[in-house]
């Protein structure tokens, strides 16, 4: 079965500063990867994914995530954040199914982005 | 466009009674999934559902169970409630892709409280 660590519970950060997220995961075969971001009091939206082809993945406000196989990460990144990205952000994995399509997500327990002013 | 719904948005119940959840899909989207998400950590993935059939279960005891309708909406059945259920219960849709699998939208979640 696969895992999904998210190293940091809570991340502190000053606004405009860069941040990185960390997540590892463990799992036999391949997966696909995803970041969500889950805003106060809202459902889960989704950040970006990583399915194959280039490791560096980007989202349209400004996150990115690289995908390591050898160090089985997906780490997201932001160079510069604003008040507004304060926010839970998960990490996830899901099995390709045979036929296509994916199985059901697998979840980290999740980081909490704080931005400080 | 519509996203995911769900109703009720908040529900209250007692030990041992039975509850029932429901989700509507993007229109266009036939693959429903359910998560529970308890308070303080990441949703965990309880059942998901293609063309009327359970395609996948996670690790939930048989008093949950689920079913998805030919309109691709689905209800999520919870009998014989335990404290243990409060949570937020979220339903996602997506089309199943066949190349490559395809994005799962999330719905807002129906908070479930048992007391």
């Known amino acids: 079965a696969q895992s999904v660590t998210q190293l940091d519970s809570q991340v502190p950060v000053f606004e405009e500063a860069p941040v990185e997220l960390r997540c590892n995961y463990s799992s036999s075969v391949s997966v696909y990867l995803f970041w969500y971001v889950q805003y106060p009091n809202q459902g889960l939206q989704l950040l970006l994914k990583?399915?194959?082809?280039?490791?560096l993945v980007e989202s349209i406000n400004g996150f990115e995530a690289e995908f390591n196989k050898s160090q089985t990460s997906f780490h997201l990144r932001k160079p510069s954040v604003h008040i507004s990205d304060t926010a839970e952000y998960f990490c996830?994995?899901?099995?390709?199914?045979?036929?296509?399509?994916?199985?059901?997500?697998?979840f980290g327990k999740g980081t909490h982005l704080i931005i400080q002013p | 466009d519509a996203g995911v719904t769900q109703s009720p948005t908040h529900l209250i119940k007692t030990r041992g009674q039975h509850v029932t959840l429901r989700c509507s899909p993007i229109s266009g989207h036939k693959s429903v999934s359910w998560y529970q998400q308890v308070l303080g950590q990441g949703p965990q993935f309880i059942f998901q559902?293609?063309?009327?059939?359970?395609?996948g279960r996670g690790n939930f005891p048989d008093r949950f169970s689920a079913r998805q309708f030919p309109n691709y909406s689905s209800e999520l059945n919870v009998n014989a409630l335990l404290l243990g259920d409060s949570a937020l219960y979220l339903c996602a849709s997506r089309v199943v892709g066949i190349v490559a699998p395809d994005t799962q939208y999330f719905g807002p979640g129906t908070r479930l409280t048992v007391l």
């Open positions: 996830a994995v899901s099995l390709p199914l045979r036929g296509g399509g994916a199985d059901g997500l697998t």
């Open positions: 559902y293609y063309e009327k059939e359970e395609r």
């Open positions: 990583y399915l194959s082809g280039s490791t």
